[in-house]
């Protein structure tokens, strides 16, 4: 988002835009920091405040809005039957879609974004391909500065027994592949929570 700014210094308004947006997201991620540090502090007191709630797919749209304002082209297709997601699973859909357009950004070049969510009877997949000329650099050794990358997104994906592919089309551009799967028993578990929120 930074550098979306930066390349945008001569418009003023997209470059605003761009740093509100970096502002928000930088706050979100203090947020989630201190969620898990609160985790790992077994001995000290809860907030008392009520927390953010992490987001999840229904954060896409505004994910993807940030790519554009970041100044990567960028769409969102969703496919299947929208149904509520586990907590987790939804997160995890939320930042492997952040990271690969972070990465698309950052080693595409100019380029074309498109993240496709698609619902099915027991997974969900998130996809973003990119239609640039870079890749992210594939986990050889110790992460890239700055963040774990390809090698996080597989953290993430293993920890739900789910699948993830990364690399390069054949006829260019990048793709990231996550299926997750989600039991009927989780989906309707996710659908009582979602439904005690809103209340």
């Known amino acids: 988002m930074a550098g979306g700014a930066r390349a945008n210094l001569a418009r003023p308004e997209v470059a605003r835009d761009a740093l509100v947006t970096l502002e928000a997201s930088g706050r979100l991620a203090l947020g989630e920091m201190r969620q898990l540090l609160d985790v790992l ?8 405040a009520p927390s953010r709630p992490q987001p999840d797919v229904d954060d896409l749209e505004r994910l993807v809005s940030e790519s554009q304002q970041a100044g990567l082209v960028s769409e969102l297709s969703v496919r299947g039957e929208r149904r509520p997601l586990p907590p987790t699973v939804g997160l995890t859909v939320f930042r492997i879609a952040q990271e690969a357009l972070t990465n698309a950004r950052k080693y595409a070049g100019p380029a074309r974004a498109t993240v496709c969510l698609t619902y099915r009877q027991d997974r969900v997949t998130i996809e973003v391909r ?15 500065p700055g963040g774990y990358g390809l090698i996080g997104m597989r953290e993430r994906v293993a920890l739900h027994g789910g699948t993830l592919s990364a690399g390069p089309l054949p006829e260019g551009g990048f793709a ?3 299926e997750l799967p989600v039991t009927q028993d989780e989906t309707a578990g996710a659908a009582v929570q979602r439904e005690g929120a809103l209340r």
């Open 41 to 48: 502090r077994a001995d000290d007191e809860p907030q008392d």
């Open 130 to 144: 990119d239609d640039g000329g870079g890749a992210p650099p594939m986990e050889a050794g110790a992460p890239r």
């Open 176 to 178: 990231v592949v996550a």
